[in-house]
């Protein structure tokens, strides 16, 4: 199974900047053009002094190439992009750059990317999911992490990959896997693209 390429940049802000006038951002995420592709900003703790964002969330093409740059330089990318967006990264008293942080999880040995890039539309991927989903060794080895789930990339996806494994070893939930089993389509899930 592949795994997607993804990068992603957090960011710790001495301000809240993107709070006030003219912004009045309290949640969600902007999009841009720039390989950063995204800027998540917090939904907790409106109106303190400090505030964490994630400064780029990227996947294919443009993770693999800010896959390629070391850390320091992915942060100047991603600072780039970022005062596309909001001009206060210009400063390194509001938002230091060492209190930047990046990974390319596809770079990250033994992780080989972000989450499995599942396509419901490839034969094969329905037989790897089911299989992930199916108990071996007479049920005595299981398999549960965001990819086993109906939602990977996300951290709720493993906990729901975690629950079912805990019904099939209580016995809640059947080993056998259902035919009705549906892959998960990565893209859609993960990148809001179909």
Avoid at 133 to 142: I, K, N, S, V
Wanted: with cysteine; charged share 20%; hydrophobic share 40%.
């Amino acid at each position: 199974m592949e795994f997607a390429k993804t990068c992603k940049v957090g960011w710790q802000a001495n301000e809240r900047f993107w709070e006030r006038e003219p912004d009045n951002i309290f949640g969600g995420i902007s999009w841009t053009d720039h390989n950063i592709t995204q800027m998540w900003y917090p939904s907790n703790d409106y109106f303190t002094s400090k505030g964490t964002l994630t400064g780029a969330y990227n996947f294919g093409d443009r993770a693999e190439a800010l896959g390629k740059l070391d850390p320091q330089q992915r942060l100047a990318e991603a600072r780039a992009g970022a005062v596309e967006l909001h001009t206060q990264f210009e400063r390194e008293d509001i938002v230091p750059t060492g209190k930047g942080v990046s990974i390319a999880w596809h770079e990250v040995p033994h992780q080989l990317g972000g989450w499995a890039a599942w396509d419901p539309a490839n034969q094969a991927h329905m037989k790897a999911y089911k299989q992930l989903l199916q108990p071996d060794g007479e049920g005595r080895f299981f398999v549960a992490g965001d990819q086993a789930s109906p939602l990977p990339g996300w951290q709720e996806g493993a906990m729901m990959s975690a629950h079912y494994v805990i019904g099939q070893m209580e016995g809640e939930i059947q080993l056998a896997v259902s035919d009705s089993v549906q892959v998960p389509d990565s893209v859609a899930l993960t990148q809001g693209l179909t």
